[in-house]
């Protein structure tokens, strides 16, 4: 940034000086806010009963679409905090073509994802080549016990399907 | 003999209780444990206060409770994982904290992010910068006895954070910045939703001022209670809202201007009094300021891309660089030291809330049980922000 | 009076104050939190959390009772049942309606109702002492000098009544104001319009007998914890839970008597007094009560020597001035 002539200004605040006299006026404002509040329609959602429409792009959880993992390892190795547990094996595969050679593919055997340790900055959508991950705005997830948290790859794909219709291509719905 | 020896020994051994509770009472200092878990100490923060009666005669604080070694994760991690890391410092206003590491890293490559990204940034942690300072008046009618202001405050701090989640992703830890943009755009619907919520916020700043500053009790509580001197106030390091309040006009955002703050207009609070009612109206003022940055920010906003132009390995070449931001607690700034590669090599933060800390033992002194309360309450200071 | 009927009447009043106390804790819950833009309890017995007390109470009665090691062990035991002795005492001077409906009709009632109502003192301060808890003790000892401090202007309010009324009997109060003309209206007024200094003096002064906020460092949650009752648990806390509430109350009970007619209400007939009159206090009370809960929901707390600042150089001044004042109408008339 060019540095500018700052066009900010200072200003002292006024209110209430040390020696001003009290304002009994004061204490009928606060009882008046009050009663308002009282009067107003409550502001509060019934969580169980109704549910607040999560954001589109709210954090909520992350979901595995298995069949385009490559098990390449990325999202694993850029995790803050490695909360995620990759392993996978080659197979031999028939040649696409006749007469073509035989591939070797990489199967996912196991992919967790310990959300007890997970701190949710999505790095490792964000780095998935194959876009394999994505964030789903679901949250009722909690556990009993800690180790439940560990959701393995049949739970991550159906995490998965809650996700928000369009995936990130620059604009989302309006979120709510 | 010793009859009376058996005798004493049996009267005291059921009048233990009372024999321990009248030598606590005897002795002209009570050492009273405020924390690690109190109320009002907003996480783990110890005080080991000596009182006469209701008079505070010593503090000692305690800190390091939360010490989570921060500077030490980020010499381990890249640079796309410590911004990840760093929202957790000060945990109320987590875009803010993004703000100074994702401008130095930026500076050392030399790349400046696109003009949108700058509004973008700026209007954002405006946005954070006001749930914070509501959270602060709420929590600070809290301290105070009042419960009903903490409701109010938090009813439209839920708005803001509202808006930052449909921006971000995130409610607390929005870790969106990269070097060189930001992960997305704004959602449409975002200027005038984002209008409309700093309506509710300039109002619900009208409806604290009626409730809390207005009235006589508050007044008596915080007029005139934990006076910062200007002078102290400087050689402890004290800044922010807590600096500005006892008569030192010093903002980074005015005398540094990062972001797009050379572009706005706004005001810098000041008050001369120094005391707990002067920094907590400060705040007040500061978050109608705030309201004002981002209304200009919506208004001027130009359109553009949201990523400058920056390799797909994020390397940072070799060098050390400072910068600051002011944050909602006060001036936040990184060091940062790098010997080229993903992974910086050093980061030192300077973070407000470890000065502001500091000048406790020496204000503190002399001071009223309830009082110790508001002037912890007043000086604002996050545990994650303290310790590290 | 019978012996049996003493007795049923105590039974009664033993039935009142939880009764009283559920309901004004619900009142509260639910005030406070509409106050915050909230809704309050909403799950529990179905219909907007009526239940939600009951719960609680269940709930504090499966808890263990916890005595600290070190604590003295029979005061400590003891101090609920004195705090919530003195709120029995309190309820049973309390008239609900023409004579047969109250339970003592003594000369002095008035007297023996505000001595009762500051036995509960006492046992606060046994309950701070006797906790071995530093909190706690400075809890207790705020109490104590709160309730000294504020009994003052509790009882030079009251005084202004008694003088206008020139009884000390409560039932000759509610009858001197269904007989006091003002300037010769035509409905009589209750005592609430002369005495306007009084009731404020008398508001105020009981907010603090009952230590809500902007008088509750006795509790003062950010700085004592839970004050006096911090080592408390299970059903001795369930204990002073009923005091606090079932005590705000006993002084809205005072409070409507002395000041608002207590159970009498104008152009209404003697013989219906019998069934309006109680309805009529219980509406009486729900004022009163919101006053103190409003209060209780919008104020911060002052501070321990403001407090007493504002007791000795405020408060008690200017119930002495108001009492002086009522002498001299009372001469002039």
């Known amino acids: 940034m060019a540095a500018a002539e700052p066009k900010t200004v200072e200003k002292t605040t006024t209110r209430g000086g040390p020696k001003k006299p009290s304002q009994i006026k004061g204490l009928f404002e606060g009882l008046w806010v009050t009663l308002r509040a009282l009067t107003s329609r409550s502001q509060v959602v019934q969580y169980p009963h109704v549910k607040e429409e999560p954001h589109q792009r709210a954090r909520g959880v992350i979901g595995l679409l298995e069949e385009n993992c490559t098990v390449c390892m990325l999202c694993a190795r850029e995790c803050p905090d490695w909360c995620i547990y990759i392993e996978g094996h080659k197979e031999r595969r028939e040649p696409r073509r006749e007469g073509g050679k035989p591939r070797t593919v990489q199967v996912l055997d196991r992919f967790d994802i310990d959300f007890a340790l997970c701190m949710y900055c999505g790095i490792c959508v964000e780095v998935c080549p194959f876009d394999a991950l994505h964030w789903s705005p679901e949250y009722e997830y909690s556990e009993l016990e800690i180790r439940d948290l560990i959701h393995d790859k049949d739970r991550l794909g159906y995490w998965d399907t809650t996700k928000p219709p369009a995936p990130r291509l620059g604009y989302y719905k309006a979120a709510k | 003999m010793t009859s009376v020896q058996s005798h004493l020994s049996a009267s005291f051994a059921a009048h233990l209780a009372d024999a321990q509770v009248a030598v606590e009472i005897e002795t002209p200092e009570m050492t009273l444990n405020i924390g690690p878990q109190h ?201 922010g809202a807590n600096i500005r309040a006892s008569g030192c006009a010093a903002d980074v955002r005015r005398d540094e201007p990062y972001l797009v703050y050379d572009e706005v207009d706004f005001d810098v609070v000041t008050d001369t009094r120094g005391d707990a009612f002067a920094r907590a109206y400060c705040r007040l003022q500061e978050t109608r300021e705030s309201t004002r940055i981002v209304r200009q920010c919506l208004k001027a906003l130009p359109s553009g891309p949201i990523m400058a132009k920056v390799p797909k390995v994020i390397q940072v070449p070799p060098g050390e660089v400072y910068v600051r931001a002011e944050n909602p607690l006060g001036e936040m700034g990184y060091y940062l030291v790098s010997r080229g590669g993903r992974i910086p090599y050093r980061v030192k933060v300077r973070t407000a809330s470890f000065n502001n800390v500091s000048v406790l033992p020496w204000l503190l002194e002399g001071v009223f049980m309830p009082d110790l309360i508001a002037i912890l309450g007043s000086l604002y200071f996050i545990l994650g922000d303290v310790d590290r | 009076m019978n012996w049996w009927a003493f007795v049923l009447r105590l039974l009664v009043i033993a039935a009142l104050i939880p009764a009283a106390a559920y309901v004004l804790g619900y009142t509260f819950l639910k005030v406070l939190a509409h106050m915050q833009y909230r809704l309050g309890p909403m799950e529990a017995g179905r219909f907007h959390g009526v239940g939600q007390l009951l719960a609680d109470g269940l709930k504090f009665l499966q808890k263990e009772d916890l005595v600290p090691d070190k604590a003295d062990r029979p005061v400590f035991l003891f101090a609920p049942a004195v705090v919530l002795v003195g709120v029995v005492l309190v309820f049973m001077t309390i008239p609900f309606g023409p004579p047969p409906l109250n339970i003592v009709n003594l000369d002095s009632q008035l007297f023996v109702m505000l001595a009762a109502s500051s036995l509960g003192t006492i046992g606060v301060l046994m309950a701070g002492w006797s906790s071995a808890n530093k909190y706690s003790m400075m809890g207790g000892f705020r109490a104590a000098g709160q309730l000294l401090a504020y009994e003052l202007p509790l009882i030079l309010a009251a005084v202004g009544v008694v003088m206008q009324a020139g009884t000390l009997n409560l039932d000759g109060i509610v009858e001197a104001q269904s007989q006091f003309h003002l300037f010769g209206t035509a409905i009589p007024i209750p005592y609430v319009i002369p005495q306007i200094i009084g009731f404020v003096v008398f508001v105020i002064a009981s907010q603090a007998e009952l230590s809500q906020a902007p008088f509750d460092m006795p509790f003062a949650e950010s700085e004592l914890v839970a004050g006096f009752t911090t080592e408390y648990s299970g059903f001795r806390y369930l204990f002073f839970f009923l005091a606090e509430f079932a005590s705000n109350f006993a002084f809205a009970a005072i409070g409507a008597t002395l000041f608002l007619g207590g159970y009498w209400v104008p152009l209404v007939p003697e013989k219906a007094l019998w069934i309006v009159g109680p309805i009529a206090l219980a509406v009486k009370i729900g004022v009163l009560v919101f006053i103190f809960f409003w209060m209780r929901s919008t104020y911060p707390r002052l501070r321990e020597d403001q407090l007493q600042r504002f007791a000795w150089k405020w408060l008690i001044p200017i119930a002495l001035v108001n009492i002086g004042l009522t002498g001299v109408l009372k001469v002039v008339a």
């Open chain 2, 39 to 239: 109320p009002s100490t907003h996480g783990v923060f110890r005080l080991i206060a000596k009182v006469d009666g209701e008079r505070v005669t010593e503090v000692e604080p305690v800190l390091g409770y939360m010490h989570r070694g921060y500077e030490k994760l980020c010499e381990v991690r890249t640079y796309a994982q410590v911004t990840a890391l760093v929202n957790r410092l000060d945990w109320l206003s987590g875009y803010c904290n993004e703000i100074p590491f994702i401008l130095s890293a930026e500076k050392l490559m030399g790349i400046e992010a696109p003009p949108r990204v700058q509004y973008i940034r700026t209007i954002l942690s405006e946005l954070a910068r006001q749930a914070t300072f509501l959270v602060f008046l709420g929590s600070f009618g809290i301290e105070l006895g009042a419960l009903t202001p903490f409701f109010h405050t938090m009813r439209d701090r839920e708005k803001v954070l509202d808006l930052l989640e449909s921006v971000t992703g995130g409610r607390f830890h929005p870790n969106f910045n990269r070097v060189g943009g930001i992960l997305d755009d704004l959602p449409p619907g975002f200027v005038e939703e984002c209008a409309a919520v700093m309506d509710d916020v300039d109002k619900m700043c009208d409806q604290v001022d009626a409730l809390l500053f207005g009235n006589d009790i508050f007044r008596e509580r915080t007029l005139g209670v934990g006076v910062i001197p200007l002078d102290k106030g400087l050689e402890y390091g004290v800044s």
